[in-house]
């Protein structure tokens, strides 16, 4: 289980279309960057939201190192594969995940190795996470080992298990139902004795930020 993950040491691996492939300590690469907090709503796909302040960096700023080429399109996100730590339900392991390059170094995105001021927690994704806050949760990859930069969109776990049912994209979109149910809302889950509902907004309220990164797609084929 994930309380009982193995998380010292800990390297991350950074290779692909990149001029300077690196592997990195994780107390390497953390006297490089210096961490911030960033207070983020998390809406899950299954309609549940929270707002979270974690304490990271921004994946540009880890991305700069590695020098990305041209044909750097894509980054692809693998997490750790503990078969004997990890409960397996019906999803393949190791969990991977991809952005697109203009996501992967939007200043909204970052890595997160902490939240509410210490650090991850085992079952949050440490001691390394995605999170990018104007997608569902299940982008925001997990205890993290290694990052590929791929001129290729990488196959990704939830939509290699039900590509119907969860896109490359998952950007948040209230206009999108999942085919099992609605997105229109959320229930907002916090320290309050009960969770009230709020409406769910396209890219969870980022779309002043991000929503040209889409201008010419559509939304509703590009899920
Ligand atoms: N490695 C890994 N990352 C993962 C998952 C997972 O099962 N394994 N689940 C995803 C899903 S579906 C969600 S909603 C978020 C939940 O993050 P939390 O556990 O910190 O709430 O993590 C995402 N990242
Ligand atoms: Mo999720």
């Keep these: 289980m994930a309380h009982k993950l193995n998380i010292n040491p800990w390297s991350v691996e950074i ?6 492939p690196l592997t990195l300590q994780m107390e390497d690469l953390l006297k ?4 911030q907090e960033f207070v983020y709503r998390l809406r899950c796909v299954e309609g549940w939201s929270m707002v979270v302040p974690w304490i990271g960096f921004p994946l540009a700023s880890l991305l700069k190192r590695v020098k990305p080429l041209s044909t750097a399109k894509f980054v692809k ?4 594969h503990q078969p004997e730590t990890m409960r397996n339900r019906m999803l393949e392991w190791p969990y991977v995940e991809g952005l697109r390059i203009d996501e992967a170094v939007h200043p909204l995105t970052i890595l997160a190795v902490g939240m509410y001021g210490e650090i991850l927690p085992n079952q949050n994704g440490a001691p390394i996470r995605l999170v990018v806050p104007w997608k569902y949760g299940f982008k925001s990859i997990k205890a993290i080992v290694k990052i590929e930069l791929l001129k290729n969109a990488p196959t990704t776990t939830w939509n290699k298990y039900a590509p119907k049912e969860y896109g490359f994209y998952a950007n948040v979109n209230p206009s999108v139902p999942h085919p099992r149910w609605s997105q229109f809302s959320e229930r907002q889950l916090g320290s309050r004795f009960f969770s009230p509902r709020r409406q769910t907004e396209l890219f969870n ?3 002043d930020q991000v929503a040209s990164m889409y201008k010419d797609m559509d939304l509703v084929h590009f899920f």
């Design 15 to 20: 290779i692909g279309e990149v001029e300077n």
């Design 32 to 35: 490089q960057q210096a961490p």
């Design 77 to 80: 996100f693998t997490s750790v």
């Design 205 to 207: 309220g980022y779309g």
